[in-house]
């Protein structure tokens, strides 16, 4: 090949190293930019109780288990050395630039079908493609009332441990941070007390001891048959709503139709008298929290399990579509609507274990990077005409490895296209 | 009545409480000696992890449900404040001497058919029937190996808080107080190892979100099919031995054939890598413990839940059949083989509920103080031929109501025996 094709990766979390290693061993030239001093993004910082929510069994990267003496729900610092021996076992080190945070990158062409130039540590280089993989895990979102408190604020990116709170313990959303938060606070005998405005079916770690996803009699069964025996062994092992005093009707039982919250232990501590409920908060003024049922209640510290924004502080928001705060993808949501050259690893969460979804990401991505260096044009356009583009991050696993397949199968018709395939009519006026 | 019969009830516990107030309901008069100096026994030094492992829907006093406001499984403290709300609303303290340790009792007649002599304070007096509500699990049981470690080395009994323990944690006894202290260990982050010298089938706290006392549907089907039934609903929500590394397998998936553990933390905590599981211990030497595996490690605590020896200190042994370290009982676990006018009130453990039992167990002894007033003589011995003596203390519940039932009857015939039903025939030789 006379041209060297050259990629640039944002991120060296797990996303990125995913993305890094796959490329790499498909031949395709990449580097990672990552703006701290190590590899492995948030879970160096994730707080002190958060476990792996998939199993261990499922859970990793490509060719890269596990290490056998590995819990089946590994704790954080097991998932930092993991990945840090992901980067020394493929020695990738040598092929990402640390301290190296993506200041700006500009499509080359209206949308990049010339490359993409990358401003890092003030200087321009061109590359022919970027896997956008700066996580969506790091922009805290806090709802208004929160300016209104004065007491200990703390959003869950930055909660770490019961030593930064004190007192009586108000936890803010209940997806799988809030009840960590929850559970850490209450176990640490904390005064608990959770906001939960809607109801939720939460969901077992394991059922009969096992991870959902080793439970293979239950996935060959089809989609609506696997839903309901997941409802009925939910509830056989947790009940419903009903058994835990103040918790609010969920608006569907169908797992689907809400997001994934696994955790026992929250529903646990319910029943212990150990976490209150509480409903949507209304208003606060300095600690005295309002909430919809009239109640009011002070608190010394509330914890924001409030989620995150999604935010791509290098590519100016106009050249993306957006939807619900974020952009819309295609192609197992690696694609952009109308970029080139351009691609998303990790902006998206099938349910189940994370890291294989990068990797399956990736080497769609680069099926796509070889039709781009054979000259296709236009691929962006191609799938958001083929596909509904998704908002969702969150997306039940079958629906995803649908979208997966079915990118595949349209990428062997685009890579078998030959000139005689498609002979452009020139249209005449007459 | 001409004579003012007196009983004396040793304990101010939940057994001895609920024994002072049932007897004195039915018009019995009764003093109770505690050698505290307030009622409520073990639930004012237990430690502090400790929640009722049964739900409060069916673990009241009679006529005394607990606070509407309480949880599901309230808290140690809850427990103490219960207790204490129990002896103020039926004003029992002023039958209750406290600081009394009772020193010694004295069968007045070789089987105390004419009443007992209690000793307490240095002091002599006459009771016409002892009510015996000292407990069960206050003498520490320990392994003789036990004196040979050289770390923080703390029977159950004495432990309170993490605040008392160091470093690597051994846990020694996987019944339910093991549990308690293998969890509470593991949620403050030390290093917990537990020695399961063989399986268990641990039960969960609840099913469908639901105590198993709460499942009629259940409770309504014959025993053999409870618990089949309870074998898989216990399955499906915690798998079994092979999902818990190093877990060994149970001798018996009966849960009637071994003591029940209801724990959901404990089987959670191992698959999350937090608590570690050894077989038998079969050395100690300083720190150094040597497993049955031949595996070595040190550790800074161990925590022996090792269980309690029955101690009657008041009452010479001899007095009493001794089985596997138990005195044998008949007529609900209540009466002993071999003396009058001495009943125990909770020496017995029927699975579920305790406090309903002590009650029960006291209406049952009523009758038989009402049958010993009216002249009957001999009562233990007539028990213990007509029922198989119990060496038990845990047992099965309907195992035990049915005996209950069983007494009820005989007493029922006893109570309607006349003179007119019996006529010994004297013996002549020819």
């Known amino acids: 090949m006379s041209k060297r094709f050259r990629y640039c990766i944002i991120g060296a979390g797990a996303a990125g190293l995913a993305a890094l290693k796959t490329l790499r061993d498909l031949g ?58 992901y980067v020394d076992a493929f020695q990738l080190h040598e092929h990402i630039h640390y301290h190296s945070a993506i200041e700006q990158i500009v499509p080359q062409g209206e949308q990049g079908e010339g490359g993409w130039q990358v401003w890092v540590n003030g200087e321009a280089r061109h590359f022919d493609g970027v896997l956008v993989a700066n996580g969506h895990l790091w922009d805290p979102a806090l709802p208004p009332q929160a300016a209104d408190f004065q007491g200990i604020s703390l ?25 960590d938060l929850a559970v850490d606070a209450a176990q640490q005998r904390f005064d608990t007390t959770i906001v939960m405005r809607r109801g939720q079916v939460f969901q077992p770690k394991a059922l009969f001891g096992m991870p959902r996803a080793e ?16 409802q009925v062994l ?26 994934p ?46 989620g995150f924004h999604t935010r791509l502080p290098f590519l100016a928001d106009e050249l993306l579509e957006w939807q619900l705060g974020v952009p819309l993808r295609t192609a197992g949501m690696t694609l952009p609507t109308r970029l080139e050259n351009l691609w998303f690893v990790g902006l998206a969460a099938p349910r189940g274990a994370q890291w294989p979804v990068y990797c399956a990401q990736t080497r769609l991505i680069a099926r796509m ?62």
Chains 1, 2 share one sequence.
């Open 28 to 85: 395709i030239a990449a580097e990672c930019f990552e703006k701290a001093a190590k590899p492995g993004g948030h879970w160096h910082h994730d707080y002190d109780a958060l476990h792996l929510i998939t199993p261990k069994n499922s859970s990793f990267f490509d060719d890269f288990p596990m290490p056998a003496d590995y819990p089946l729900y590994p704790s954080r610092q097991q998932v930092c050395d993991y990945i840090q021996s």
């Open 155 to 179: 959003h869950s990116a930055a909660y770490r441990n019961t030593r930064q709170i004190k007192g009586k313990v108000l936890v803010v959303g209940f997806g799988n941070s809030g009840c």
């Open 215 to 230: 439970l293979p009699f239950i996935n060959e069964l089809p989609a609506e048959l696997q839903n309901s025996l997941m």
């Open 234 to 259: 939910i509830m056989a092992s947790l009940g419903n709503w009903k058994n835990y005093p103040g918790m609010p009707q969920p608006d569907s039982f169908n797992l689907d139709e809400q997001p």
């Open 261 to 306: 919250v696994v955790n026992n232990l929250l529903l646990y501590w319910i029943q212990h008298g150990r976490i209150a409920i509480k409903p949507a908060i209304t208003a606060i003024e300095n600690k005295t929290v309002t909430f919809s049922d009239g109640s009011q209640q002070q608190y010394d510290t509330i914890l924001w399990a409030t």
């Open 369 to 430: 990077i070889e039709l781009k260096q054979q000259g296709m044009r236009n691929l962006a356009g191609l799938f958001a005409r083929q596909q509904v583009a998704e908002t969702r991050i969150d997306i039940v696993r079958r629906i995803w490895q649908l979208n997966m397949d079915e990118t595949h199968r349209t990428l062997d018709m685009l890579t078998s296209l030959s000139r005689d395939d498609y002979q452009p009519v020139v249209a005449h006026s007459y």
